[in-house]
């Protein structure tokens, strides 16, 4: 058995452009499915959040119509539940790379409000990078790559093939306009070469030790893939 580390948002609202606080933090579906796959081959999760806070599950990530129905909902209520890994994290500085097998970083929009900008995060990214150990991010979590800079200034994802949520999603969840950044965009920017696949389609990306998900649905795909490489 080893140790897989989430990486998880402590934030619970995103700041919009106009400066309203839309309640979000981390989608269950990306938390939840991982979770379910790394337990069930006899991995150990350990959560770690900016600050040792208890992460917040946003709300709309439990409706019906995002979990294939009622009973969908349900399930994924009861099993995050009963994850006590979630309320009882570490905090990002307590963090020590080498006892873990592999990174992970589940989305929702609250890495877009905190880790996007957390350079303990950022330092953790670009060392798991380094490092050769699976590293795995999805959705939205790819904010997060944002803060990973590397000495000379340069984003440490830079040339990397990545999957993350696009502008098309962002557009058809009605929150791009209101955005005071897209995510796709940013990473763009920051010299990431962004692979976009259909909306709200699985679409897993791995580049050497990087594996990425553009969406919710991409998480189980994603861990999948991560067992394939601490096989």
């Not at 599950?57 to 009861?78: I, M, T, W, Y």
């Not at 070469?193 to 553009?214: A, F, S």
């Amino acid at each position: 058995m080893s140790k897989i580390l989430f990486v998880m948002t402590g934030a619970d609202h995103w700041t919009l452009a106009d400066g309203t606080k839309h309640p979000t933090g981390f989608w269950a579906e990306e938390a939840v499915a991982p979770y379910e796959v790394f337990k069930a081959a006899g991995h150990e999760v350990v959560v770690a959040t900016p600050g040792g806070v208890v992460p917040t599950v946003d709300r709309g990530s439990l409706a019906p119509e995002v979990n294939g129905g009622q009973e969908g909902a349900d399930k994924v209520a009861a099993t995050l539940a009963s994850i006590d890994e979630i309320k009882h994290p570490i905090t990002l500085e307590d963090v020590r790379l080498d006892d873990y097998a592999a990174v992970f970083y589940p989305g929702g929009h609250g890495p877009m409000e905190d880790l996007a900008v957390d350079p303990v995060s950022g330092r953790i990214l670009v060392d798991a990078l380094a490092s050769g150990r699976p590293l795995a991010v999805v959705c939205h979590a790819p904010a997060a790559m944002l803060a990973a800079t590397k000495d000379d200034g340069t984003n440490a994802f830079a040339g990397y093939k990545v999957a993350a949520f696009t502008n098309a999603e962002e557009t058809q969840a009605g929150l791009a306009d209101k955005a005071k950044w897209l995510l796709e965009t940013r990473l763009v920017e920051a010299g990431v070469d962004v692979q976009v696949g259909e909306p709200w389609v699985p679409n897993i990306v791995v580049d050497r030790n990087l594996v990425t998900g553009q969406n919710p649905s991409s998480s189980a795909p994603l861990a999948t893939e991560v067992l394939k490489k601490l096989a």
